[in-house]
């Protein structure tokens, strides 16, 4: 077993870490540029990004692969750089992480509809989430995070080459949004579907992204957990993002982020986070929040 599913199964709580592209674009990103070349033409970014939210507490970091897909690189022209890009994240992470730490490797949409809705066939996205999964293992991940999933089917293949590819645990996350109806993915998954089917297909740990406010991860935690034994995660916006004179801003503070979480923690999650918005500051602001009170 995992050290990683041994700790929660003791009932600790970790922390993870914040978000990568708002780091990124806060240390030399351009806009359009990729995230993962980043891990070939800056490295040293890419490690101290690592090591900052380490320092700040996180028990794991992710890698900078959230697009590393065939599919998504092939956009940059780097549709034949997989394993290396992925590989050069994770070794770049591995570098930076203390010992008892861990490693995620990151592992999002592809980009592409899985026929009817688009031209990708099961066969094929298998394959390419495969070949991400081959990288990540090379540059020596300690379990996968597949995450910000819309589309059931494809995240189920992901879960799949991720265990079929490797022994490692694998954490599996959706992401909502709220209409009339309540809480869904953009294929009209719900909480409950996402928690049960995902625990079904294999994922060792399930949970939630990006997307909505804190206080709508509340409810979708606590839905998820009254459908699911399984370890829960959740990674947590800054809040809704707002545009300002060409400036995207985030309006939830660390403080007010990190005096929800232990009632996350209470809704049924195992493992708390940052997404979008969140660096370093909100990290030190959760682990005080779930740890020292």
């Keep these: 077993m995992s050290k990683i599913l041994d700790r929660l199964a003791a009932g600790e709580v970790l922390v993870s870490d914040g978000a990568t592209g708002t780091y990124l674009q806060a240390n030399g990103l351009e806009p359009g540029g990729c995230p993962e070349e980043f ?38 022209g780097h549709g034949e750089r997989v394993e290396e890009l992925n590989r050069k994240g994770a070794q770049l992470a591995r570098e930076a992480a203390p010992d008892g730490s861990f490693v995620l490797g990151s592992i999002g949409p592809t980009g592409e509809f899985l026929v009817p809705n688009g031209t990708a066939t099961e066969e094929d996205m298998f394959e390419v989430f495969c070949e991400q999964v081959r990288g990540l293992v090379d540059g020596d991940v300690d379990a996968f995070c597949i995450e910000t999933m819309s589309d059931l089917g494809e995240t189920i293949l992901a879960v799949k080459a991720a265990k079929e590819t490797t022994d490692l645990p694998v954490i599996a996350t959706m992401t909502y949004d709220r209409g009339p109806r309540g809480l869904f993915t953009m294929f009209g998954v719900t909480p409950v579907g996402a928690a049960q089917q995902l625990s079904a297909a294999g994922a060792d740990i399930v949970g939630s992204n990006c997307g909505i406010k804190i206080e709508d991860m509340l409810e979708i935690i606590a839905q998820m957990r009254s459908a699911t034994d399984r370890p829960i995660l959740t990674h947590v916006n800054a809040g809704i993002p707002r545009i300002e004179d060409g400036a995207i801003l985030y309006p939830d503070t660390p403080e007010h982020m990190a005096s929800l979480m232990p009632k996350m923690v209470e809704s049924g999650a195992n493992i708390i986070g940052g997404c979008c918005g969140t660096g370093p500051d909100y990290v030190r602001a959760f682990v005080q929040a779930v740890r020292l009170g």
């Design 39 to 76: 891990n070939d033409t800056h490295p040293d970014v890419v490690r101290q990004m690592a090591a900052n939210y380490f320092a700040a507490g996180s028990d794991m970091v992710e890698t900078n692969t959230f697009g590393g897909s065939r599919y998504m690189l092939a956009k940059y």
